[in-house]
């Protein structure tokens, strides 16, 4: 069975300022093992734009036994493991959040979670901190956000994402106002780090992933920041590419 997900299926707009800077999600997809490894990135098109946070989240799989979790106290919850350093897109057996990315970049050769993460009290129980006898967390609360501790920290602020590994982009529609366009997330040349989950199995399923979360982004050039929300729903992945189903969200800036 070969693992579906994330075309869009429907989004509505927060927006507190016209001129601001979330396009939506940017997917990085591939199978890694016997898992699908997937990293999602808030996408933007200012280098200089900054991550804030994400909250009002509902993400979820139809997957038995939900997002895999690697064992141990430090690994088995949503919180990156950045003390120990083992929360990393390399990694293939843990699901885990994160509020950019530590150094701004590789470190090293490899990218690692921010340290600066914080999950809101969204997360609740043993979701975020674990305890010794607590189970893996491999769902994810409703309604749970995680959010920088450093807004001006290099760690949350746009990266490149050329060459983006297994890239499958929001499509996007004229919602209300001004138009987005039909490339959607094709046009987000830069993007945040947000997300890092793994899925068992490398086969074919019709809904498997659901990703619905809000975003904050300030703006690197005007400093105002943009609220929106973003729904993703499953399509077939890694290989096929091809955005399945296309809906509108939020209108987008303009820049001179």
């Keep these: 069975m070969k693992i579906a997900l994330i075309g869009v299926v429907g989004a509505a707009s927060m927006v507190v300022a016209a001129d601001a800077g979330f396009l939506g999600f940017v997917a990085s997809v591939r199978t890694v093992g016997a898992n699908t490894v997937i990293d999602m990135y808030a996408g933007v098109d200012n280098a200089s734009d900054k991550f804030l946070n ?30 120990g350093f083992t929360s990393s897109r390399d990694v293939s057996d843990d699901s885990f959040f994160t509020a950019g990315t530590f150094s701004g970049g590789a470190y090293g050769g490899v990218y690692y979670a921010s340290s600066n993460t914080n999950g809101d009290p969204n997360f609740t129980g043993t979701s975020w901190n674990a305890t010794p006898a607590s189970p893996a967390a491999n769902t994810v609360p409703a309604n749970a956000g995680w959010y920088t501790g450093d807004p001006t920290s290099v760690d949350n602020r746009a990266e490149s994402l050329a060459g983006l590994v297994g890239r ?5 529609t004229a919602a209300s106002g001004n138009t987005l366009g039909s490339a959607g997330t094709a046009n987000a040349n830069f993007g945040i780090w947000c997300g890092h989950i793994v899925v068992a199995g490398t086969g074919t399923m019709a809904t498997n992933v659901l990703w619905s979360a809000s975003v904050s982004i300030k703006d690197g050039v005007t400093g105002v920041t943009d609220q929106r929300i973003s729904t993703f729903a499953a399509v077939p992945a890694p290989g096929a590419l091809a955005l399945l189903g296309i809906a509108g969200f939020a209108s987008r800036r303009r820049r001179a």
Excluded: E, H, M, R
């Design 168 to 172: 499958i982009n929001t499509g996007a």
């Design 54 to 83: 994400v909250y009002n989240a509902n993400i979820s799989t139809t997957l038995a036994g939900g997002f895999v979790q690697k064992a141990g106290l430090a690994t088995k919850t949503w919180k990156p493991d950045t003390a």
